[in-house]
């Protein structure tokens, strides 16, 4: 079905039907980038079959994909009788098929699509490390290609450092902002104009694409920028000789995030992190046990202690079982915990490669926006990033702890400092 020469598309986007690994579209609002990759694929899929994965780093229903886009693009196009959009899926007449997952935590599913011909990642802006990683090789059938779409945050961002900053061969690197969108709403402009008015620097970030210097409302705004600079996001190997000290923050239907610290000297070596979501603690137990670290402390925050109603053993009781030496994080208020966090900040190294996705927590970790005067409130934003940041915080606090006397339960040096090993 030939429909590509019957529809209105931005001549800034024509080369989305050229052959190419990697696509990659960013820049400010109102440059039609996900409209025009919505309308590509649609067109391309019509004229042959197409396998397209339509991926984002956060997706716990099909409302937060780009199913309603593809959908409303359909009848733009004409193709409501070629393409039938169920639920989950969108299905064309000769076999193309549109599907869509979220990328963190539900990795496992993203490694069982086989055989995707283009996939597209929106919001790119978000994805981890970790993510990117996985989706990668995963997209490997011949000729497959990656589209990527976002609206930069921070330059120091996966994505903008992966396919901005230093994009991978094979690939269109494309800037797209409002002026290249030929259909550009007169509303729009005039919401442009009236912030480029009031506040020059949002203006750059939001409508021409600019990087911010830092997150608005960023709570670790000073002392990451002083860890940048003072090249402190780096390599940093694994001291075999000292103890690895975990920190945790515990979820299940939410995240469980676990750092990896040790002490060396003054210096606090932050070697690895790890993340996940959906899990019993047996997965993460797992996890520890496959790194090759000889293990110290494992500080659990104060909830471990709190039975559950699904075991008769507390999170704590079942990682001493395990073997692991649990000490619990004294329970303080956030606003405590950031203070302690910004004070242990400076004597901290972490591993930029294993410690990337965690990194980007401490990067994103922002406070809230109150509803009734839309300031920032005293307390931080519960978002993605928020799980990671907590951990180090708890670790920031845990530091602060003098050692004690353990239960014979733990076998746990008796002596020393809160790290001794």
């Known amino acids: 079905m030939q429909v590509e020469s019957e529809i209105h598309f931005p001549e800034a986007l024509a080369f989305l039907?050229?052959?190419?690994?990697?696509?990659?579209?960013?820049?400010g609002r109102g440059g039609s980038k996900s409209w025009g990759i919505a309308r590509a694929l649609l067109t391309i899929g019509a004229s042959k079959p197409l396998r397209v994965l339509c991926a984002r780093e956060m997706q716990t229903s099909i409302a937060q994909s780009v199913h309603?886009?593809?959908k409303d693009q359909i009848s733009a196009l004409g193709l409501d009788s070629f393409y039938e959009v169920q639920q989950y899926v969108i299905k064309g007449r000769n076999?193309?098929?549109?599907t869509f997952h979220g990328l963190k935590h539900n990795i496992a599913n993203i490694k069982s699509v086989e055989g995707t011909d283009i996939c597209w990642v929106e919001e790119a802006q978000t994805v981890s490390k970790t993510s990117w990683d996985t989706l990668i090789p995963t997209i490997r059938k011949g000729g497959s290609e990656?589209?990527?779409s976002f609206n930069p945050s921070l330059e120091a961002d996966e994505t903008y450092q992966r396919f901005v900053v230093k994009p991978p061969s094979n690939s269109i690197v494309s800037k797209i902002n409002w002026s290249d969108n030929p259909w550009f709403p007169d509303v729009l402009k005039q919401e442009m104009e009236d912030l480029k008015a009031k506040d020059y620097d949002a203006y750059l970030t939001v409508w021409e694409g600019h990087c911010k210097q830092t997150l608005d409302g960023a709570i670790y705004a000073n002392e990451v920028r002083a860890a940048t600079t003072g090249n402190r996001f780096t390599r940093v190997p694994y001291e075999e000789s000292k103890p690895v000290h975990t920190f945790w923050d515990l979820g299940r239907a939410d995240k469980t995030a676990i750092w990896f610290i040790q002490q060396v000297g003054f210096e606090y070596r932050v070697i690895d992190y790890y993340e996940n979501q959906g899990?019993?603690?047996?997965?993460?137990?797992?996890?520890l046990q496959r790194r090759?670290?000889?293990?110290?402390d494992t500080?659990?925050?104060h909830d471990a202690d709190n039975e559950l109603l699904a075991s008769e053993r507390t999170i704590a009781q079942q990682a001493r079982a395990a073997g692991f030496k649990v000490r619990i994080t004294p329970k303080t208020s956030i606003a405590v915990g950031i203070n302690a966090a910004r004070t242990i900040f400076a004597n901290c190294w972490f591993d930029l490669e294993k410690c990337a996705d965690g990194i980007q927590c401490l990067r994103n970790y922002r406070y809230d926006v109150d509803p009734d005067t839309q300031q920032y409130s005293?307390?931080?934003?519960?978002?993605?990033?928020?799980?990671?940041?907590?951990?180090f915080r708890y670790f920031a606090v845990a530091i602060k702890e003098p050692k004690k006397k353990a239960p014979k339960s733990d076998d746990m040096p008796q002596s020393g400092s809160w790290m001794a090993g």
């Open 146 to 148: 990656i589209w990527i």
């Open 95 to 98: 076999g193309t098929e549109f």
């Open 292 to 296: 090759p670290y000889i293990y110290g």
């Open 279 to 287: 899990h019993a603690l047996g997965h993460y137990m797992k996890e």
């Open 378 to 391: 005293t307390q931080p934003l519960h978002d993605w990033a928020s799980h990671g940041a907590d951990a």
């Open 68 to 70: 309603k886009l593809l």
């Open 299 to 301: 500080w659990l925050p």
């Open 17 to 27: 039907f050229e052959p190419m690994r990697y696509k990659i579209l960013h820049g």
